[in-house]
């Protein structure tokens, strides 16, 4: 009987906590733009690490806890259920969104807008090398390819601010 329940477990998909954590609270979920609506809902984050005042070395430590458990994660999902970088998982774009606003840490609602914009154009086009990220079958591709598109967004978004004040 243990053997069924677990060969049954595991053609369910993964587990609840693997979805919320790779889906984002479920936002990779939804039908229509599922990147789009995980890089949302990582606002709601950044406005949390704002208040408490985290500062750039917390953060980074953060994106790099991160960036090894969703690679890791990441990476488990897709040899167990042979997938290629599903759309629902979109911890990809957390951590894009993250690195985005690492460069300016402002929340002010145009900076805001900016970050999500600038990075959803760049995670969209895939600049190379994040195209060959893209193309990797493994999780390290899954997620790299957003990290190189959100260093090109926050450079754009630092470039822009700079410039446009």
């Known amino acids: 009987m243990k053997d ?10 993964p587990s609840f906590l693997t979805t919320v954590f790779l889906s984002w609270f479920y936002t990779g979920k939804v039908p229509k733009a599922p990147g789009t609506m ?7 984050l950044i406005y949390l690490l704002h208040y408490v005042g985290i500062n750039i070395y917390s953060l980074f430590t953060l ?8 690679v890791f994660v990441t990476q488990q999902v ?10 629902w998982i979109v911890i990809d774009e957390v951590i894009g969104m993250l690195i985005t606003w690492a460069f300016v840490m402002n ?6 807008f900016l970050v999500f ?15 060959y990220f893209d ?15 959100a260093l090109y967004a926050g450079i754009v978004v ?5 410039f446009v004040g």
Not at 78 to 87: F, T
Not at 117 to 127: E, N, P
Request: glycine share 6%; charged share 20%; hydrophobic share 40%.
């Open 4 to 13: 069924q329940k677990n060969q049954t477990e595991s053609s369910d998909g």
């Open 38 to 44: 995980g890089s949302l809902a990582t606002l709601p």
């Open 63 to 70: 994106i790099a806890s991160l960036y090894i458990a969703s």
């Open 78 to 87: 897709q040899e167990k259920y042979h997938l290629h970088d599903p759309q």
């Open 107 to 112: 929340v002010e609602f145009n900076t805001l």
């Open 117 to 131: 914009a600038v990075f959803r154009f760049f995670d969209i086009i895939k600049i190379w090398p994040a195209s």
């Open 135 to 149: 193309k990797l079958h493994h999780g390290v591709g899954t997620i790299t390819d957003d990290v190189v598109s």
């Open 158 to 162: 630092k470039i822009i601010i700079h």
